[in-house]
């Protein structure tokens, strides 16, 4: 089945070590979102490519940053993560279009725990 | 910014329906979804609803829009104990971001 996939489920990390959380996608979808999701409040959009072009949200961190190497995978980069950014990390995706509901395909999530 | 707005809980028994509320501010939008989050998982998206439609029925969900008065809704029928969930609204800006809003819990009990 076509799916987004995100790896690792769960990571734990410590105050200030850089990690890199991973999506890949088989659904050839040309758009791929990161969403950061804390306890009890809505997803956040940090960033999303639209094909190769990056658009970062304007309040995203410095200490947020993203890759997408080809169509089908994205990772997202926390540089030196604080006790503020354990979360889950949710992958989405999306082909738009002028007759599409841009409905967005979202992975199961990467909890990260900050130590 | 643009928010959107729903109640935090919402509690119903077995076999009744379920009614889950939500206003908008952005009149633009295209599209609004209703997303279902089970403890632990991702978003899995349950229907949405084009902005020039006043209703929409799929099985046991049925969205009402009122665009007058921005306001989304999604009635689950005979809601079961496998429908408790968080439910979030989204509406569509742009064409590619999805405002949330910070979602329904709905808790069943048989």
């Known amino acids: 089945d076509a799916m987004v996939i995100q790896n690792p489920r769960y990571q734990v990390t410590q105050f200030g070590k850089p990690v890199t959380l991973s999506c890949s996608q088989t659904?050839?979808?040309?758009?791929m979102y990161w969403y950061q999701q804390k306890s009890s409040q809505a997803p956040k959009l940090l960033f999303h490519?639209?094909?190769?072009?990056?658009?970062n949200e304007a309040d995203t961190p410095d200490n947020f940053q993203s890759r997408r190497p080809n169509t089908s995978f994205c990772f997202l980069d926390i540089r030196s993560p604080g006790l503020g950014d354990a979360a889950m990390y949710l992958c989405?995706?999306?082909?738009?279009?002028?007759?599409?509901?841009?409905?967005?395909?979202f992975g199961p999530g990467t909890r990260l725990t900050v130590l | 910014g643009e928010d959107v707005e729903q109640s935090l809980f919402l509690s119903v028994r077995e076999g009744d329906s379920s009614v889950i509320n939500c206003t908008y501010t952005?009149?633009?939008?295209?599209?609004l979804y209703w997303y279902k989050q089970e403890p632990g998982a991702g978003l899995q998206l349950l229907t949405y609803?084009?902005?020039?439609?006043d209703m929409k029925q799929d099985q046991r969900l049925t969205v009402l829009l009122n665009k007058k008065d921005k306001h989304l809704s999604l009635r689950i029928a005979d809601t079961q104990t496998g429908d408790s969930a968080i439910y979030f609204c989204?509406?569509?800006?742009?064409?590619?971001?999805?405002?949330f809003g910070k979602g329904t819990t709905l808790s069943v009990s048989s």
């Open positions: 952005d009149s633009s939008s295209t599209y």
């Open positions: 609803i084009f902005s020039n439609m």
């Open positions: 989204a509406e569509n800006q742009a064409g590619t971001a999805l405002i």
């Open positions: 989405a995706t999306s082909r738009p279009g002028t007759r599409s509901s841009n409905e967005q395909f």
């Open positions: 490519y639209y094909d190769k072009d990056f658009n």
């Open positions: 659904l050839n979808h040309n758009v």
